[in-house]
């Protein structure tokens, strides 16, 4: 068992650094569309041996981030000299140079291959790009950046410009920044393109939001009114639901580029978020984007703000632990979706059909027959590269397990959530305990407090007496061989298969086919419709030994599609046959027979009759009235 720990610390963006000269960076943008930055760093030195160092473990990837094969063109000087240099042999992030006498300061030149950017769009994560002395925490070291981005491009960061920047006007050309910390400036990441449009967010609040919108085209930029009515709404929806914000002012960046894909990457003031160039354009799009931006959001209170001692590490050269990644990101999830459907980027419906989707994926994991969700999150730093480089898709990853803690969490917090709402009659829920959480102090400048499983038991308890501990520690890390089902079986509703696709599910396959098949066959497929990209364990493909990479070329007698496969599952029903199926293999083309009579199977949340619509009741809006927070 952990101790509690009472760690406090915050870091200041003005006085602890006062009497040390920052380090100067700019990085240069402008061959962006070319897949490389460069960066020109001066950082202050003392004569003698010297280690400067560049970022392996970063914040939100719970991870190295895999940056040391794209740094390159490395070049020491001093006083206009080359100064030659040698890697540490066993932290390769860190540089060893000797510096000369009479010499305070080194020039260091690097590139920085990069695959995060479209002709258009360019994003910086400063780790990417800064050096800076090793083995000193990185709260302590000032540094001042500035940034170059072609003529004519915008630029979205949550730094502070010191030269003149018009955010409506963007003129491209170097920008100037307020120092801060090496701490900070990884936390401000930049997202500069050609076509830009910086919108303010819930502009009756004192502390200002803005939305900086990116995107490949000049149409895509320009949001549809009833999408920026939700984002203003999602303002005070986090306002009410988490009170005072750690962070002096907000900014959403959004990149709108490609076809498929998105993510985000958490920040205390700012967050730099992806969607499809065209997510936004449909309401289909938006809701099935919906959750994105209330979950980074949340995370500058749930991540940032509180976060785990094991994550909360001094520099990212120290290894972080993922053990309470559950409520990192697991809490943040279950917010994130909650905080979608009260600002109304997602309806109830589709908020719960959301849900259903989750549960379904977590039950058919087979994987969980021999590992906890728990394990998936002190794993992540090995399982990273296969859970967020395929999304968790992949030969056997139902058997492996993924990043699980997201969905797991989402679903435990719902248990949680509902819990306290049964304790208590009703009269408390999770927003007491999330009240309770997060009044530990801080104010409005960036802050991190800490807290370990103990905290978080004790938490709980003042809200409202229960063996928290007991709770969380059989869901967490116990061997699970079913979904937690708890959650949505207390806020009134079941788990069902059905053969046709709930409304959220069936958008969902009509842009990735994915896993159309795998409630029902087993078969999970890549983006091509027609490579099986993985078997479930257990199900009737499995049984009959389908592999992974295998492409279907017919079943029944027909070739391949997806209709072939509805029809021959339909056939399945009353045929004493099974499906017959054609492969190929490599070179090889091989036959199979899989004996499934199940129809097809989707998953959804049915209505318990008689009990109290609590799902209904969480997905209501808690802000009491749009331009007023609570
Ligand atoms: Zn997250």
Not at 58 to 72: F, M, R, V
Not at 121 to 126: G, N, P, S, T
Not at 546 to 552: D, E, F, H, R, S
Not at 603 to 629: C, F, H, M, N, Y
Request: charged residues 20%.
């Amino acid at each position: 068992m952990l101790r509690r720990t009472c760690v406090f610390f915050l870091f200041s963006a003005t006085f602890a650094f006062a009497q040390k000269t920052p380090i100067q960076i700019t990085a240069d943008l402008t061959e962006a569309p070319r897949k490389i930055y460069h960066a020109e760093i001066d950082i202050p030195v003392t004569p003698g041996p010297v280690a400067l160092i560049t970022p392996k473990w970063i914040p939100g990837h719970h991870s190295p981030g895999n940056t040391l094969a794209d740094i390159t063109g490395v070049v020491f000087t001093a006083n206009g000299k080359t100064l030659p240099w040698r890697r540490d042999d066993v932290d390769l992030y860190e540089y060893h140079l000797s510096v000369p006498a009479g010499v305070n300061s080194v020039h260091v030149h690097l590139d920085c291959i990069t695959t995060n950017v479209t002709p258009n769009v360019a994003v910086l994560e400063w780790e990417r790009l800064i050096m800076y002395p090793a083995g000193t925490p990185v709260r302590e070291i000032p540094i001042q950046a500035s940034v170059t981005v072609p003529a004519g491009w915008g630029i979205g960061t949550s730094l502070t410009p010191t030269s003149s920047y018009d955010p409506q006007h963007p003129a491209g050309g170097t920008v100037h920044y307020a120092a801060t910390t090496v701490e900070m400036l990884e936390d401000s990441p930049i997202m500069t393109g050609a076509y830009f449009h910086e919108y303010p967010l819930a502009p009756e609040l004192s502390t200002k939001h803005y939305i900086d919108v990116i995107g490949d085209s000049a149409e895509v930029v320009e949001i549809r009114p009833t999408v920026l009515e939700h984002w203003n709404r999602l303002i005070h929806e986090a306002w009410a639901m988490y009170g005072q914000p750690h962070y002096r002012s907000y900014h959403f960046l959004l990149a709108l580029r490609g076809a498929q894909g998105g993510g985000g990457l958490e920040h205390h003031e700012s967050s730099d978020n992806s969607l499809p160039e065209r997510a936004l354009t449909t309401d289909e799009g938006e809701m099935l984007g919906a959750g994105l931006l209330p979950h980074e959001f949340t995370h500058s209170w749930n991540g940032k703000y509180r976060r785990p001692a094991g994550l909360a590490t001094p520099d990212y050269a120290t290894p972080m632990k993922g053990e309470l990644l559950w409520v990192y990101e697991g809490l943040t999830d279950y917010l994130g979706e909650v905080l979608a459907a009260r600002c109304g980027a997602i309806s109830a419906e589709h908020y719960r059909e959301a849900l259903a989707l989750d549960a379904a994926n977590m039950d058919a994991t087979t994987g969980r027959q021999w590992r906890s969700t728990g394990d998936t999150a002190i794993s992540i730093s090995g399982l990273a590269t296969a859970a967020f480089g395929g999304r968790g898709a992949g030969a056997w990853a139902n058997w492996r397990r993924s990043a699980d803690y997201y969905p797991e969490g989402n679903l435990l917090w719902l248990d949680v959530d509902t819990t306290i709402r049964k304790l208590t009659n009703n009269s408390k829920n999770l927003h007491d305990f999330m009240t309770v959480y997060l009044n530990k102090g801080g104010g409005q400048t960036p802050s991190v407090v800490p807290y370990d499983f103990n905290e978080i038991v004790a938490d709980l308890n003042q809200v409202v007496k229960n063996d928290w501990a007991g709770f969380l520690n059989d869901r967490v890390n116990g061997i699970n061989p079913h979904v937690n089902t708890e959650g949505f079986e207390q806020g009134g509703y079941r788990l069902v298969y059905t053969e046709k696709p709930n409304d959220y599910l069936k958008a969902s396959l009509a842009r990735s086919a994915g896993r159309e098949f795998w409630f029902s066959l087993g078969l999970a497929f890549d983006s091509d419709g027609v490579t099986i990209s993985d078997v479930r364990v257990g199900s009737a493909a499995d049984k009959a030994k389908l592999i992974p990479g295998q492409k279907v070329m017919a079943v029944n007698g027909r070739v391949y599609s997806r209709e072939a496969m509805h029809a021959a599952i339909r056939q399945g029903k009353t045929s004493s046959t099974p499906i017959h199926f054609i492969l190929q293999n490599e070179s090889l083309v091989t036959e199979a027979d899989v004996d499934y009579r199940d129809g097809d199977r989707y998953p959804t949340l049915q209505r318990i009759e008689g009990a109290p619509d609590v799902l209904d009741e969480i997905a209501k809006p808690l802000a009491q009235a749009a331009g007023k927070s609570q």
